[in-house]
């Protein structure tokens, strides 16, 4: 660290105190007498390595070059592949988010099939854009995909020009005989997000994401999608939402308001399609924002990863703001950033328990520990039942190439 000891360092963050941030309730309830998990993990083969070679700054093809995990990928499955695509990362050799590099974030448009009968990965060839932070949904019709933000065209990275919000929508198949992806189109988005949350009940996907909450009938995508009233609760993003017993829940978020400071949300809604009536539902014991949402038979819901240390978050944006507002390069701004890389380098994770909700009763309880590195920013796959894990994100600008597999 330059000019920086890690007990200076510490001194610092102590001193500065937080950035205001409000919570949508207290963050302190216990969830209920830790359960034994209810879920039998197993590992599956990693992500393979991405290959397109378009920068020199990415040591692609290097005998050391590997995966090096994605945040916000396409991963969904279809029938008997799994389909995982685009996602972002930082892959200049020990440079991330808070030391000088050239392309900062980098979104791929790299794919990648895993073919369950013979266990193995192969290359799916590449997307039309390089995207990442969708909100994907396993169907009969192949891997829904919904927006996302990114670059047309192909792979670029965030300090060459900012990202571009989408609002796409289609579904990719693998086709096996012609050992190809095929898209197929439909309507788009109402207008362009990324880190939104979708759901299917009855044939009807809804999605969520800011102040917005929409609605196409899969049987009827000529109809085009459909405003729905909001939820009874803020605004918000990177929220965690799923279908299960004839509803939509939303749970949890994040928000940054007109003064910069934060709300982190632990309030939860649900939306019945047949009483066309959001209900607020009992409030997670804590955040789990940037985490996923898995149904488990009828009335089950299962919450993994995502981030609950609200403390950190505000502690590292206020030494970000401290730093923008400095002269950038100078003492003063070198200074705080060396205490968002300390924060950074020894991050200790995100939400490693595994909460379970059950809809009849309206009630939390913690149902085991994720068996890795817990994820934040990649979605829950139901691959026939099952939550496959593929991916994500495990610490600030750190990625994970672990796929992993629960029954339950």
Known sequence: MTDLTRRAALALAAAAGPVAWTAS???TTAAGSTADSGATWR?????????TDWHDAIPVGEPFWTQLGLAGPIAGAH?????????????????????????????WNDAFV???RTQRWRDAGRLPDAVGYTATLSTGDGVLVIGGEGYRGGPSGTLQRPAEKFA???????DARRERLDRTDLPPLPRPMSYAVAGIVDGV?????????????????????????????DPRTVAVGAAQDGRFFLLSGRAQHADKSWTFYRDAYAYSPRHRAWERIADLPWCVTAGLAHAVGRTGLVVAGGDKDIDRWNLIEHHVALRNAAPPGSAE?????????????????????????DTRRD???????????????????????DLVVASGEVGPGIRTPRVWQASF
């Open 168 to 174: 796409d929508v289609y579904h990719l198949r693998w």
């Open 43 to 51: 590992r599956l083969p990693d992500v393979p390595a991405n290959t």
């Open 363 to 385: 009630r939390w309880t913690v149902d085991g520990w994720f068996p890795g590195p817990p994820p934040a920013t990649t979605p829950a796959v139901n691959w026939d039942g």
């Open 25 to 27: 309730s207290a963050t």
């Open 114 to 116: 895993y073919d369950r």
């Open 205 to 233: 996907v809804y999605v969520a994401e800011g102040a917005d909450f929409v609605a196409l009938d899969l049987d009827r995508p000529d109809r085009g999608w459909t405003a729905l009233p909001r939820w009874p609760g």
């Open 79 to 107: 029938v008997d592949h799994l389909i995982v695509a685009g996602g972002a990362n930082f892959p200049e050799p020990a440079l991330t988010a808070t030391r000088a590099n050239t392309l900062g974030k980098v979104y």
């Open 333 to 357: 701004w070198q200074r705080h950033n060396d205490v968002v890389t300390w924060i950074y380098d020894h991050h200790t994770g995100f939400n490693g328990e595994l909460l379970r909700y």
